[in-house]
T-cell receptor, first 117, second 115 residues
Framework: AQKITQTQPGMFVQEKEAVTLDCTYD???????LFWYKQPSSGEMIFLIYQGSYDEQNATEGRYSLNFQKARKSANLVISASQLGDSAMYFCAMREDSQGGSEKLVFGKGTKLTVNP | DSGVTQTPKHLITATGQRVTLRCSPRSGDLSVYWYQQSLDQGLQFLIQYYNGEERAKGNILERFSAQQFPDLHSELNLSSLELGDSALYFC??????????????FGPGTRLLVL
């Protein structure tokens, strides 16, 4: 079963506007972490923001914020004041708290964001 | 720059060959993870090492193997290469294990093309 679902293969936004990239997840763990990464066309994976399952406040990092709705199992990324350099693939990922197990990240399929001038 | 280095950046080889991908984690990071990114499978976890010991295995083929050395750098060995092994291979590192908030920082990746 897919653990991370990103339903938007592609999104377009005008420069300086805000955009929301959707992510829903599936887990039976109480403790888990949610991450967003950005992958520009050059290929590297850049960490953007983290949200813990027990965090009561939504995470923010500069122009990035995470709209965390635990009951809905959603962790949407909000980018404010979009810039041309924000054009990239964005991946949502989850790490479950596995006792003595792997700390692997499970990734969604990604959303390609294009920022138009 | 994440602080994770990977070499080589690009690799072109033929079917049936063997290649070695190298990763140096960020200074102080003990955990190393390998991921494969392909068009059809997306980003998939292959294997994790922690302080020299194998920690977990994911969807790693038997033709693939890895190790982490005492200086904490890691190598991913891919043998009997097939066309389908063409992908972007990432190494990531994190400080320690066992905490869900531990961020994994990714290297720039090695782009492997098997002809």
């Amino acid at each position: 079963a897919q653990k991370i679902t990103q339903t938007q293969p592609g999104m377009f936004v005008q420069e300086k506007e805000a955009v929301t990239l959707d992510c829903t997840y599936d887990t039976s763990d109480q403790s888990y972490g949610l991450f967003w990464y950005k992958q520009p066309s050059s290929g590297e994976m850049i960490f953007l923001i983290y949200q813990g399952s027990y965090d009561e406040q939504n995470a923010t990092e500069g122009r990035y914020s995470l709209n965390f709705q635990k009951a809905r199992k959603s962790a949407n990324l909000v980018i404010s004041a979009s810039q041309l350099g924000d054009s990239a693939m964005y991946f949502c990922a989850m790490r479950e708290d596995s006792q003595g197990g792997s700390e692997k990240l499970v990734f969604g399929k990604g959303t390609k964001l294009t920022v138009n001038p | 720059d994440s602080g994770v280095t990977q070499t080589p950046k690009h690799l072109i080889t033929a079917t049936g060959q063997r290649v070695t991908l190298r990763c140096s984690p960020r200074s102080g990071d003990l955990s190393v993870y390998w991921y494969q990114q392909s068009l059809d499978q997306g980003l998939q976890f292959l294997i994790q090492y922690y302080n020299g010991e194998e920690r977990a295995k994911g969807n790693i083929l038997e033709r693939f193997s890895a190790q982490q050395f005492p200086d904490l750098h890691s190598e991913l060995n891919l043998s009997s290469l097939e066309l389908g092994d063409s992908a972007l291979y990432f190494c990531a590192s994190s400080v320690e294990q066992g905490r869900t908030q531990e961020t994994q920082y990714f290297g720039p990746g090695t782009r492997l093309l098997v002809l």
